[in-house]
Nanobody, 117 residues
Framework: QVQLVESGGGLVQPGGSLRLSCAAS????????MGWYRQTPGNQRELVAEIDAGDITNYADSVKGRFTISRDSELKTITLQMNNLKPEDTGVYYC???????????WGQGTQVTVSK
């Protein structure tokens, strides 16, 4: 079982920035696709951004141009830099990993992001 430990999040005003980080306890980081999902009350988790071992990224349309996901293979971490935040970005953000071989997934505990005046 992959353990994912998140950090970052908090309260920020619209137009502000936050950075989320996620550290993975795995032996071989390169066999995992890593990403961030977001969940709001009453809704399913939705993909925000993901990145594979080749640094190929995928973003939700709503965050393109504002969020940047990156990975550090040596530290086995991923980072989500969120700029120009909007109130609709509010939610619980979950770090996610998917093992390329079996498709097995793991989730972090979630971190709250609140964008409000």
């Amino acid at each position: 079982q992959v353990q994912l430990v998140e950090s970052g999040g908090g309260l920020v005003q619209p137009g502000g920035s936050l950075r989320l980080s996620c550290a993975a306890s795995v032996r071989i980081f390169s066999v995992f696709v890593m990403g961030w999902y977001r969940q709001t009350p009453g809704n399913q988790r939705e993909l925000v951004a993901e990145i594979d071992a080749g640094d190929i990224t995928n973003y939700a349309d709503s965050v393109k141009g504002r969020f940047t996901i990156s990975r550090d293979s040596e530290l086995k971490t991923i980072t989500l830099q969120m700029n120009n935040l909007k109130p609709e970005d509010t939610g619980v953000y979950y770090c996610h990993s998917r093992f390329v071989g079996s498709g097995s997934v793991s989730w972090g505990q979630g971190t709250q992001v609140t964008v409000s005046k």
